[in-house]
Every structure is written in C-alpha cells, then in structure tokens.
C-alpha cells in the first residue's frame, strides 16, 4: 500500500470519526437547544475558525513540508530547532488570538444581528463568542506538534489526539449543555455558552495525547539526529523567512470554507428579511452553516485527509526532483477524490430528506431537505480545491492558491446577495459552488502547467464512476419508491432511519461491488482492496 494511501487512509479515518461523531452530538443538543440555539452556536464557530487559522499563521501544515523537505535532504536538526521556536510563537500568538477574538466579539456580533431580530440579542451572541475565545490559547501551540509528527509521515499522533479532542469535547458540551437545560433551567445562551466552551476543555485533552506521544516517540527522533548526513546551518532568520514562506498561503486556503460561511452570516439574514423570508432564515441558516454543513463536509474528510498525507510525500518527491513519481502521486490523489466523492455526493443528495429527517427531525424538512439537495455537490468542489491547493503547496506553487481562492472569494461576495433575492436561500449555496469549483478548475490548470500533468487517465476512470453511479441511482430511486409506496404512509423521523440506511447500504453496496468486479478500486487504490473479494463472494 502506498504511503499516500495508508496515510489518507489513518487522517481520514480519523476525521471521519471525528465528523460522525460532530453530527451525532447534534441530534441531543438541537433537541436541547433548538433552531436558534444552533444558530447561535454556528455564529461563535465560524470566526472561532478563522482565528486559529490566523493564530496558527499556516505553520502547521508549514512546519509539515518544512520538517519533510530537510529530512529527505538527511539535515534532522534544522527541523528540530525550527519546532522548539515555532512552539514559543504559537503559544504567543495563541494568547494574542483569544485576546482579539474575546474583546472584538461584540463588533464581531453587530454584523451578525438584524433588527428585526426577535430570538436571540446582540449580547447573546457576543457571550458566545467570548466563550468559545479560550480555546485559542491552546490550539496553535497544539497544532504545531501535529506538524511535526506529519512531517516526519507519522499520521497516528494527529490521529489519535484528534478523535480523542472530539470525544473530550463531545462529552463536556452535552453534559453542561443538559445540566444547564434539563437540571438548573438556565437560559439557551447559557447552554450554547458552555457548549462552545467544551472547544478549550477538548483542546487540553488532546493537548495531553500529543505530550504522551512526543514522550514515547523521542528516542526515536533523537536516534534521528545522530544520521544526521547534512547540516544546512540556516540562521533563526532564515528559517522563519522559508517557513513563512510556506505559511502564508496556508492560512487563507485552511479557511477558505470558515470565509465561505462568514459571507453567509454577514449577508444572507439581511438578504432574507428584504425579501419576506424572516420565518425560514433560522432554519435555512443553520442547514447551511452548521446542521446540513455537518453532513456535506463528510464526503469532504477524504479530500482533508488525503491533503494532509500528501503534503509530505509530495514535497519530498519534489525534492528530490523524482517528476515520474511525484506526478503518479498527484493522478493517485485526483482519482481517490473522484472514486469516492462523487457517489457520495449523489447519495447525499437522492437522500437529503431521509438524511436530514434522521439526524435532525422532520419538523423542518420543508425548508432544509430541497436546500440540502442543492448543497451537497457542493462537496464534490470543496474536497477538489482542498487537495488541489495542497498539491500546490507540495509543488512549490502555494501562492497560486491564493489567487484562485480570490477569485472565488470575490465570486461568492459579488454573487451571494444578488443569488438570494433571485434564487432565494439556495442562491447562497449556488454562489458557494460556482465559487469553489472555479477556484479548483484555476488550482487544476496551475498543476497541469507546472507538471505537464495529463488528466486523460482521471477523465476516463471519472466518465467509468459516472456510470457507476447512475446505476447506483436507478437502485436507490427504486428502494426509496418502494419504501414510500407500499411500507411508510408519512415521513417520520424512524422511516427517514430505515430508509436512509437502507436504500444507502444497498445503493452503496452496489457502487463497490461493480467498482471491485471492474477493477477500477483496484486500478485506483491498490491490489490490498482485493481483501474485499471474500465479502462480495
């Protein structure tokens, strides 16, 4: 199994986990909180987001390629000293971070409220912000330990301390969350509050894994040091000139997907109310911004994993000038997109109302289950721009990635209002997807001119899963017209269950088994996915 597979494999794993739990704590907490308490909830994480991006300043994802890049060269050290004073800089500008976000929260909350707001106040939101604000102290200088383990293509400490920061926080939120509910009767601001709280106290649990893992690796890293073959003997100042170097474009396209949602929370209450749709907006909202997001980002943890474990593998074959192998990682990387996102995104969008109805009730489901339908393409350009910048950064071309996510900023700004009014709340998501598909369209054309690239295999293996997928859809609209016409005589939350996993599991079924019998998962992933031969005889 190649590196790229096994490490895509571990991450997205791991951020799979991470994500399916995100949307199981979901269904308790909006039962607990309501539409409006999600909202609040969404207002705090979005800029929540952001400013770890910024705090961070890239040098994660950074020190990944820093750290990969003087190891292929056999210089050890470099990528030593430069994780002892990125860990100083981190915990400063993590401490600046919380400052910023906690004393602008209600500059932040003004340009989030209208006035004709009548379900939460311009201080309700303000709290929440301050509240989730703390865990900045703690992230940068976590994230920066994450880093360096990547770069050295180990993907189990990220793992690891990822899934269990989820479960940490997980805990917290729904346990503060009910007390304050169900035991005290304390307010839903209160409840959000403390929910976005949990964020820190997840931060310190996994804070805790990376300190045990650093522990346990450090005999490793030091024997590391003594094969040492090359010293490039860089001053503190140039090290950082390079590391930044990598940085700044990673800080914009980490959040490039927070920035989407931001325009969203700036424009489309407004854009709502101007014309007569004050009764939705809540609701149509938070399927953009939190509760449907959560289910659209799943096919998208591939594209998030895959971006992490190429980084590394990529930058050190770019390196060591090996064009051959470096451009059949990138083919590798583009098809496992495809292979995967495209039926999920179909699925996900043949079963917006059983998915939505499953996670979330069936209260709302006139509102967010065509809205869903519409969003959940929009996966399929958001997990291609992710791994196409990545690729970018890899081949040294990470300033690119600037300009096509400034393209597609620019696109969703002077598009997202004028969308609204024609299209009404789905216009927001219509100028989502023309922003990030063309952003990714402009990453693919930087890479096919920088490698000569050719896309012929990955339009072949993609018309082939097209097809696939198309029987998959015929099989999935039967299942579905057979639920609905001859079992279930009303859409419930237990007949969105059955049906949902039902017509997913056989439907999913199908596309894996006609993928394995073609040898097209093969082709793509490998001779190890011959292990599924004995379940499909």
Known sequence: MSNILRGTMLLTGATFLSKILGIIYVIPFEALVGST???????????YMILISISTMGIPLAM?????????????????????SASIVMLFTGIVAFLLL???????????????????TLDDVKFVIQMVSFALIIIPAMSIIRGFF??????????VSQVLEQII??????????????????????????????????????????????????????????????????????????LLGYAGPFVLVGIAIPIYQLIDQFTFPNAMVSIGLIQIK???????????????????????????????????????????????????????????????????TLLSKEAYGSFYGVEDLPVAAPLLSWYAPVALFYGLFTVTASILQGLNKQN??????????????????????????????????????????LNLWKIKKTTSISYKPLVKRAMLIFIFTIGMTILVFVVKWIFNAFIFDEVTRFSSVIVLFVSAGIGGYFYLWISYKSTLLERVLGNRVRVLGRIFR
């Not at 308490?37 to 800029?47: R, W």
């Not at 990944?64 to 002892?84: I, P």
């Not at 500059?107 to 379900?119: D, Q, R, S, W």
């Not at 001053?235 to 950082?240: A, C, F, R, V, W």
Request: proline share 3%.
């Open 150 to 159: 990547q770069g050295y293509g180990s993907m189990g400490p990220t793992a």
């Open 400 to 441: 690119f990635a600037l300009i096509s996510l400034g393209v597609g900023l620019l696109l969703k700004v002077v598009c997202n209002i004028p969308f609204i009014l024609i299209f009404e709340a789905k216009g927001a998501v219509f100028a989502t997807g023309l922003a990030v598909l063309t952003a990714s369209l």
């Open 169 to 242: 926080r997980i805990i917290f939120l729904l346990g503060s969350v009910f007390i304050l509910v169900k035991v005290v009767g304390s307010t839903t601001t209160n409840a959000v509050g403390m929910a976005t709280f949990a964020a820190f106290v997840g931060a310190l649990g996994s804070l805790f894994v990376l300190g045990y893992y650093w522990k346990i690796r450090k005999p490793y890293l030091d024997k590391q040091l003594k094969l040492q073959k090359k010293t490039s003997n860089l001053s503190p100042k140039e090290m950082y000139r390079e």
């Open 64 to 84: 990944s390629k820093f750290v990969s890049k003087y190891n292929a060269l056999g210089d050890y050290e470099t990528g030593r000293r430069m994780f002892k």
């Open 282 to 348: 809540d609701v149509a909202l938070s399927v953009i911004v939190l509760l449907g997001h959560k289910l659209v980002i799943i096919p998208v943890t591939l594209a998030t994993g895959l971006s992490l474990a190429l980084l590394p593998i990529i930058t050190k074959s770019f390196t060591e000038k090996k064009k051959e192998l470096y451009i059949q990682q990138i083919n590798q990387a583009l098809q496992i997109i495809v292979l995967i996102t495209i039926p999920a995104v179909v699925g996900l």
């Open 37 to 47: 308490g999600a909202a609040l909830y969404a207002f705090a994480y979005n800029p």
């Open 102 to 120: 906690f004393f602008s929260a209600e500059l932040i909350a003004k340009g989030f409220t209208t006035k004709e707001e009548v379900n939460y």
